[in-house]
């Protein structure tokens, strides 16, 4: 019986080595000012991104999986980030899209658009003719992308930006302390590793 226990402790002692592994400065940033998290009951997980980046692209099927993986407890929140002008546009058509709940429809339709079809989609018209297409009400759509309301959230956005001291996509926060990069991380798949260790971390906090 000794002996099997001690088998059974070999056998999860990488598991426990691995979870302790990832260390602040090293595999991820803490941020100087925390940022407050929309809910406080919650631990926030948020993805830093943009449409014409090919590396948030390629980390869209990661962030997928774990997204229909994650825990109740946890909130997951995307955010458009603009670098330039030309992101604009594209942030602004991610906001119309979630406010108006078809997101399903347009986000992973848009990175393929951008990325694989090599789409040109610039402006207002573009994006509505391309997410008609899709099955989303166009006049809806429209209205929503020159809203207060998205223009509130790209002010967020901006806000949450420079709190966050993000400087490139795609990037994590989780709880508005902690800042992970694929750099940082070693790699896409284990930039999630570290943020579920950091959700971890705080839903400990949060008891």
């Known amino acids: 019986m000794k002996k099997l226990g001690l088998m059974l402790f070999a056998l999860l002692l990488p598991f426990s080595v691995q979870a302790e592994e990832f260390k602040e400065g090293v595999h991820y940033e803490k941020i100087s000012q925390p940022v407050r998290t929309i809910d406080q009951s919650r631990v926030e997980v948020v993805e830093m991104f943009g449409y014409p980046c090919p590396h948030c692209n390629t980390f869209e099927p990661f962030i997928k999986q774990w997204d229909k993986n994650k825990a109740e407890d946890v909130n997951f929140v995307r955010i458009p980030v603009v670098f330039g002008r030309s992101w604009e546009p594209m942030a602004r058509a991610f906001y119309a899209s979630e406010l108006n709940k078809t997101l399903d429809k347009t986000h992973e339709a848009?990175?393929?658009?951008?990325?694989?079809?090599?789409?040109?989609?610039?402006?207002?018209?573009?994006?509505?003719?391309?997410?008609?297409?899709?099955?989303?009400?166009?006049?809806?759509?429209?209205?929503?992308?020159?809203?207060?309301?998205?223009?509130?959230?790209?002010?967020?956005?901006?806000?949450?930006?420079?709190?966050?001291?993000?400087?490139?996509?795609?990037?994590?926060?989780?709880?508005?302390?902690?800042?992970?990069?694929?750099?940082?991380?070693?790699?896409?798949?284990?930039?999630?590793?570290?943020?579920?260790?950091?959700?971890?971390?705080?839903?400990?906090?949060?008891?």
């Open 110 to 207: 848009t990175f393929n658009a951008v990325h694989v079809e090599r789409r040109r989609l610039a402006g207002k018209k573009s994006f509505s003719d391309f997410y008609g297409n899709l099955g989303v009400d166009t006049a809806k759509f429209e209205k929503a992308y020159d809203s207060f309301a998205v223009n509130m959230k790209l002010r967020q956005g901006e806000s949450k930006l420079r709190g966050y001291g993000v400087t490139g996509v795609p990037a994590m926060v989780v709880n508005g302390k902690y800042r992970i990069t694929a750099q940082l991380a070693g790699g896409q798949k284990q930039m999630l590793d570290v943020v579920n260790y950091l959700v971890e971390k705080e839903r400990a906090n949060l008891k």
